[in-house]
């Protein structure tokens, strides 16, 4: 069974800041697009930002300016850097990969920005 294991989720203040990191299986990690979902309660869940085939972030226009994809390819490792959190964005968060033929999530990780 492949995991995808997060971690960095938590309580937040409005306006302020957290880190998700999800670690890959290398082997997965190498062949795959990698991103962030999210889903609120109530709710669908939505991408957030994902890796490229050409090598550019995509971006949900919610998160643009606010929150940074990146990737540490030596750690099998994909972050997620969000700034600038609102209360609209409490969600639980997914990490995700994607390769020709396989699509894996992780468990998810909890993020709450409230005062």
């Known amino acids: 069974q492949v995991r995808l294991v997060e971690s960095g989720g938590g309580l937040v203040q409005p306006g302020g800041s957290l880190r998700l990191s999800c670690v890959a299986p290398a082997d997965i990690f190498a062949i795959s697009i990698m991103g962030w979902y999210r889903q609120a309660p109530g709710k669908e869940r939505e991408l957030v930002a994902t890796?490229?085939?050409?090598?550019?972030?995509d971006y949900a226009d919610f998160v643009k300016g606010r929150f940074t994809i990146s990737q540490d390819n030596a750690k099998n490792t994909v972050t997620l850097q969000m700034h600038g959190l609102n209360p609209e964005d409490t969600a639980v968060y997914y990490c995700h990969s994607m390769s020709r033929d396989y699509a894996y999530w992780g468990p998810g990780t909890p993020v709450t920005v409230s005062s």
């Open positions: 890796g490229t085939v050409g090598g550019r972030p």
